[in-house]
């Protein structure tokens, strides 16, 4: 190997330049997390000299070899992360040498197309977070909601909130977010479509945000791990999937209703109860409120199920929607003292 290493070092090319960079990237990461200071130091000398001269694509292959590691020393992750987009964004998505004052410089003066690889990091520190949203663009802002891995301050939050009055998408994506207060939520109400709204209530009225999901969580968790896709599901395949113990019985139903399938809804929820589907028609649209409630006693729903079916009913009767936040406080009045029910795995943290 060093005398395949020589001969690379003796060809001025650019093409034997990346190789050589590769090699010596095999060298570092053959023993990533056992080499001394010293070895760290003169990788480091070396990769710095080869960086210069190599072409784009063979710099955005180290970077992305090496930004996940510990171990990478801070001068070439933050050279790689102040290259042309297409390298950085490695390192500035994952890589644990930028340290705060890294991030933050970085964030200072670089473009938008960096500070979208930025918003995608976990764990943030609240500095970034907050400078992201002023230097940040409409992506960028997109890109912070929806990383679900990362909490923000309540400043960095509601700025956020304010700037998705503008833009369907970026409401969409704070929507389902874990870490709002209630008074974000109160101020989002009016802006967000029905799903949304009936989230952001369940958080106002003190649910557990890890307890809420979002029907297109549920739709890609079941593309991913069962190949479902709950669209072109019938009613059969969804029953044997909340029987089977896949999915809980709520979680399904709520995404049904932010579809538009009402009735199938009703379906699984009668066959789920054993009740005639004309009773559980009957509870929702026309009985009085305590029909409604008993019946999703019985079906062991969460608060964020039953202010779905609240809200249908306030449509049908055309009564103003904030009624079915006051049905929500007779719902957990009347609850049942159940034994609580152990977290889901993480792989299903969505499941209702």
């Not at 029905?194 to 557990?208: H, K, N, Q």
Request: with cysteine; aromatic share 4%.
């Amino acid at each position: 190997m060093l005398r395949d290493l020589l001969e690379l070092a003796r060809n001025p090319s650019m093409k034997a330049r990346g190789q050589l960079l590769q090699r010596v990237a095999d060298l570092f990461l053959d023993r990533v997390g056992y080499h001394t200071d010293a070895e760290l130091e003169l990788f480091c000398q070396i990769i710095m000299k080869l960086l210069d001269g190599s072409e784009k694509e063979e710099r955005a292959r180290l970077s992305k070899r090496m930004a996940p590691w510990n171990d990478t020393p801070n001068k070439i992750a933050y050279r790689l992360a102040s290259d042309e987009i297409l390298v950085a964004a490695p390192m500035l998505e994952l890589s644990p040498s930028l340290n705060e004052h890294d991030l933050l410089k970085l964030a200072r003066r670089m473009p938008q197309s960096h500070l979208v690889a930025l918003a995608r990091r976990a764990d943030m520190p609240c500095r970034l977070s907050d400078t992201l949203v002023e230097r940040g663009t409409t992506k960028v802002w997109r890109e912070m909601a929806g990383n679900s891995h990362s909490t923000y301050s309540e400043w960095a939050l509601r700025a956020l909130a304010k700037r998705s009055v503008s833009d369907a998408l970026l409401r969409e994506k704070l929507g389902g977010r874990t870490d709002l207060t209630p008074l974000i939520c109160e101020w989002l109400l009016p802006h967000v479509n029905a799903s949304t709204r009936v989230r952001l209530e369940a958080i106002m009225s003190g649910t557990d945000p890890e307890d809420l999901t979002t029907p297109e969580a549920v739709r890609q968790d079941m593309r991913r791990r069962l190949n479902v896709f709950l669209e072109t599901s019938d009613i059969d395949d969804l029953d044997k999937l909340v029987r089977g113990g896949e999915y809980r019985l709520g979680t399904v139903v709520l995404v049904l209703l932010a579809d538009g399938r009402t009735q199938d809804a009703f379906e699984l929820l009668a066959r789920e109860t054993r009740h005639p589907v004309k009773a559980v028609q009957r509870a929702v649209f026309q009985a009085g409120i305590d029909e409604l409630i008993n019946l999703c006693h019985a079906a062991s729903l969460s608060n964020q199920v039953f202010l779905a079916l609240a809200h249908l009913r306030c449509k049908h009767l055309r009564i103003p929607e904030n009624q079915a936040v006051r049905w929500l406080d007779a719902f957990r009045r009347t609850a049942p003292d159940l034994p609580p029910q152990p977290k889901a795995p993480a792989p299903h943290k969505n499941r209702m």
